[in-house]
């Protein structure tokens, strides 16, 4: 997990004002894994949504939904591959 906790960063308000100012208009969450009781999702920005009938939900970026996301959690942590996190 060490190598892979290392490609993600956990969702915080700069992240969040950050893809606000690139014209993201909503988030995608992907469920990862769960590790000693804690689960973690993965946010999206912009990506489709496909139907493959799985657990993916989609959070317009301006909704009380991604603003509780930044809320701490004893058992959920909602974190951003680094990938979503290079500026163009």
Known sequence: MSMQANMYQLFSDGILSIWKNQGISYIKVEELS?????????LIPDAE???????????????????????FS???RFVVHKIYLEED
Do not use: C, P, Q, R
Request: hydrophobic content about 45%; proline content about 0%.
């Open 34 to 42: 769960t590790i000693e009781g804690i689960t973690f999702f993965e």
């Open 74 to 76: 004893k058992n959920v």
């Open 49 to 71: 949504l496909l139907d493959g009938g799985g657990v993916d939900t989609l959070y317009a970026i301006d909704s009380e939904d991604v603003d509780d996301m930044l809320l």
